[in-house]
């Protein structure tokens, strides 16, 4: 088999910008992902309140190419710079905290960046990669089902670290490297409330308790929901030692911590979600960019590369396919 053909296993930001990337190139691509529809950890909700973003809330761009990028997706309606009114929290003492970071958010949903990069590029959903073999000259895929996907030239692994080391049995080198690569689960919750809840925040750090970050989805561009709807993340060693607490009472402690923080009367929600996110964000930041090896033409990426951000996962998306293109 001598044309290039590259799988790609994820459709989260590092797989979509590996795809796009390729594509842009002239390489043919055919992206899986387990779930119903693109995004990871980028993906949004259908709730019958509307849509939530139960994973990113926001992201930040330090980098150049990054930044660039991001102008892109601004031009294409994707995504819009989010100025909210910032609190932080110690101690249960809230205070203004205002910076001059600039911060994106994508409209109308945080979906609609993935949803946008995916485009009419050829994927395969409800799809769960189980194996990645190496043949004599290709690679094949297989799914849950044992169904088998190829041949291809080429695979590129976008899934967290711990898919991806079970994905990467056939190069054990990368496989024991990805299996470093610990990752943090983390409880999010939206909570929505029929009146607007009497306080000016919009955003909140929290340094300390159960609670790590606090949002509210008002205020924020392109949202148009009936209820005042706010985000709720837990810090993970929260989530750790309630890993397994069903959502309802994960719902009621989160919602009693932020009545607690936010300063005002908060009633109860006339809605509640909880999702807990397993592999929710790297233990620690690396310096790997991607994991690869361009002899075999396989490689790993995503957020765990580099920091556990929407930045990182795309430099890495990035740097898996210049890598995948440098070695053609
Ligand atoms: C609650 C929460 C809040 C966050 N907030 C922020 C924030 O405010 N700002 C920020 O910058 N970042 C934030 N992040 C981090 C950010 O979401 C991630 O860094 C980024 O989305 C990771 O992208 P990725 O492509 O590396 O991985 P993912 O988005 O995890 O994509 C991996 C994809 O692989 C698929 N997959 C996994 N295994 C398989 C398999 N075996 N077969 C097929 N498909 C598979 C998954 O379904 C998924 O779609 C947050 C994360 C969470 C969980
Ligand atoms: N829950 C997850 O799985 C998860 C959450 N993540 C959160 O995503 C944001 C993104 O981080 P990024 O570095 O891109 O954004 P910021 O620059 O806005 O925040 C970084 C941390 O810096 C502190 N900070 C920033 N601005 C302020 C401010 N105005 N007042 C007080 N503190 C500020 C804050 O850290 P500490 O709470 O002080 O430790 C920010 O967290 C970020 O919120 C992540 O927690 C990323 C990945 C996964």
């Known amino acids: 088999m001598n044309s290039v053909f590259v799988a790609i296993i994820g459709t989260g930001m590092a797989g979509l910008t ?3 990337a390729l594509d842009k190139a002239g390489i043919a691509v055919q992206l899986f992902d387990k779930s119903r529809g693109s995004g990871g950890r980028m993906a949004s909700k259908r709730s019958e309140i509307g849509t939530l973003d139960m994973g990113t809330q926001y992201f930040t761009a330090r980098d150049r190419n990054f930044r660039t990028a991001i102008r892109e997706w601004q031009e294409q309606g ?3 710079e989010w100025k909210p009114n910032l609190y932080q929290a110690r101690e249960g003492v809230l205070s203004a905290s205002p910076d001059e970071q600039e911060r994106w958010v994508g409209i109308p949903h945080t979906s609609a960046i993935t949803r946008g990069l995916l485009g009419d590029l050829p994927v395969t959903f409800s799809c769960r990669i189980t194996e990645v073999f190496h043949g004599p000259t290709h690679w094949t895929l ?8 190829g041949p291809f030239s080429h695979v590129i692994i976008a899934t967290p670290a711990p898919q991806a080391s079970a994905l990467l049995a056939a190069v054990p080198v990368l496989a024991s490297t990805a299996t470093s690569a610990t990752m943090d689960p983390v409880w999010s ?6 009146k607007p809840l009497p306080t000016e925040v919009q955003g909140c750090f929290v340094q300390d308790g159960p609670l790590e970050w606090i949002e509210r989805d008002r205020g924020k ?5 009936r209820l005042d709807t706010w985000g709720l993340q837990a810090s993970s060693n929260w989530t750790r030692k309630n890993l397994d607490l069903p959502k309802e009472a994960v719902i009621e402690q989160l919602y009693g911590v932020f009545a607690e923080l936010i300063g005002c009367t908060v009633p109860a929600p006339a809605f509640a979600l909880a999702h807990r996110w397993l592999y ?3 233990a620690q930041p690396h310096e790997w960019g991607v994991l690869g090896n361009a002899g075999l033409g396989v490689y790993a990426c995503g957020d765990w590369c580099l920091s556990g951000r929407v930045e990182g996962a795309w430099l890495s998306g990035s740097e898996a396919a210049r890598r995948l293109l440098v070695q053609l």
């Not at 919750?189 to 029929?194: M, P, Q, R, S, T």
């Not at 561009?221 to 929901?225: E, F, V």
């Open 280 to 282: 929710g964000r790297p």
């Open 18 to 20: 590996a795809a796009r």
């Open 221 to 225: 561009p392109g949202r148009d929901n």
């Open 189 to 194: 919750v939206a909570l929505g409330f029929e």
């Open 78 to 80: 994707w995504v819009a």
């Open 142 to 149: 297989q799914d849950a089902s044992g169904q088998g996907h």
